[in-house]
Each structure stands twice: as structure tokens, then as C-alpha cells.
């Protein structure tokens, strides 16, 4: 069974940095792609990145595209998402979850069976 865990939500000011941290139990970054969604009360689970598991290929939404970065250290079994210039549309609970999508389609959620509980970001103007 593949447990993740997220960490390193908070409350920032606009245009602050953050790192979350999402730690895997045991080694699944060879078999799952990685992704990073993020949710807001009454709106959909939204795409943020994805990390592809047979490579390091990475893969963003427009939206954060060159602010935001995925990242992961197969040693520690952990994978992060350096957050800068946050801005206070980026405010959410953020998830970590692994699946083996097509890279087609890493953007949808529905292809992703596991599931961290979610970790806060709130940005402030």
C-alpha cells in the first residue's frame, strides 16, 4: 500500500517562497508518476505538476509554470515543490499522489489512486 505524507504548508506573504515536502513509503518513485494538485473549498482538485516515474521530465500548469518546481531524492523516498513568487491565487491545500498515467495525461486527478492528506498554503497580499 502506497502511504504519502505532505509537509511544509504555512502562511506567507506575496512573493515568498515555500518548500513542501511529500515522503513516499519506500521506494515507488521507479513505478509511479509523482503529481502535485491543489484545492480550494467548492472548487475541483486543480493540476499544479507532475513528475514523470522513467525519468526526470517535469510538467506544469500554466499557471506556475517558471515559479514553481518538482523535484524528488530517491534516497530520502521524498519528492518537493519549490514554490517562489507566491502570489495569493496560489492560496490552497495542496496534495501529493502517485499513479501511472499516460504523460498525456498526468493533468487529471482520476488517474492517480494514491493520495496524501493534503498540507495548507495560504499566501497573503
Known amino acids: 500500500q502506497v502511504q504519502l505524507a505532505e509537509s511544509g504548508g504555512g502562511v506567507v506573504l506575496a512573493g515568498d517562497s515555500l518548500r513542501l515536502s511529500c515522503a513516499a513509503s519506500?521506494?515507488?518513485?521507479?513505478?509511479?508518476?509523482m503529481g502535485w494538485f491543489r484545492q480550494t473549498p467548492g472548487k475541483e482538485r486543480e493540476f499544479v505538476a507532475a513528475?514523470?516515474?522513467?525519468?526526470?521530465?517535469?510538467y506544469y500548469a500554466d499557471s506556475v509554470k517558471g515559479r514553481f518546481t518538482f523535484s524528488r531524492d530517491s534516497g530520502k523516498n521524498t519528492v518537493y515543490l519549490q514554490m517562489n513568487s507566491l502570489k495569493p491565487e496560489d492560496t490552497a491545500t495542496y496534495y501529493c499522489?502517485?499513479?501511472?498515467?499516460?504523460?498525456?495525461?498526468?493533468?487529471?486527478?482520476?488517474?492517480?489512486?494514491?493520495w496524501g492528506q493534503g498540507t495548507q498554503v495560504t499566501v497573503s497580499s
Open positions: 499522489a502517485a499513479g501511472t498515467p499516460n504523460w498525456s495525461s498526468a493533468y487529471l486527478p482520476r488517474m492517480y489512486p494514491h
Open positions: 519506500g521506494r515507488i518513485f521507479s513505478r509511479y508518476t
Open positions: 513528475l514523470n516515474r522513467g525519468s526526470d521530465s517535469t
